[in-house]
């Protein structure tokens, strides 16, 4: 006789109706997340156009991206959090929300505590020489960091919305 695996056995409707209540905030969380992920991306993409000095609209979006990164880390961990209390109590198809809240976290955590502020003490470096960024000797290694600060942010945009669509759509 084999054992099943408790990503086997079935989910009883009395499961889901136990715990609807987790399920909500759950959704809550996730639109919340993606929200702050478009706010992110808009407020970026905004202020870099509606800025006269590119650099000053870059160093003002950046700062936004960094108060917004710790309110979207702060949702992850919670969504991460419920996701795995919901896998405890036998809601196994709540694995599915694990890869996408994780990657969203690395990303943010790397875009905004690692790239970002190697990128202001590239600009503050250049300003103390009299020079934009652009022009100074370090462009190059500064044009690379931002390119991947906007990937890492496109990634976040990505995972937000892997996470909200398996929210939405669970796996019965």
């Known amino acids: 006789m084999q054992s099943l695996k408790p990503s086997d056995m079935p989910v009883s409707s009395e499961l889901l109706n136990q715990h609807r209540a987790t399920t909500r905030i759950l959704t809550c969380l996730c639109l919340l997340l993606i929200g702050g992920l478009v706010a992110q991306l808009g407020s970026a993409i905004v202020v870099?156009?509606?800025?006269?000095?590119?650099?000053a609209g870059g160093m003002l979006a950046d700062i936004i991206t960094q108060y917004l990164a710790n309110?979207?880390?702060g949702i992850a961990f919670i969504v991460l959090s419920v996701s795995n209390l919901l896998i405890k109590r036998g809601l196994v198809q709540y694995k599915q929300l694990r890869l996408p809240t994780i990657i969203l976290a690395?990303?943010?955590a790397v875009m905004a505590f690692m790239l970002i502020p190697r990128m202001d003490y590239l600009r503050e470096t250049a300003l103390l020489d009299g020079l934009p960024i652009l022009f100074a000797p370090t462009a190059a290694y500064f044009i690379t960091l931002s390119a991947l600060s906007n990937s890492l942010m496109l990634i976040q945009l990505a995972s937000g919305s892997v996470l909200l669509w398996r929210q939405l759509n669970p796996k019965k």
Not at 48 to 55: E, F, L, T, V
């Open 106 to 108: 690395a990303s943010t």
């Open 71 to 73: 309110y979207i880390l």
């Open 48 to 55: 870099r156009i509606a800025s006269s000095d590119n650099q």
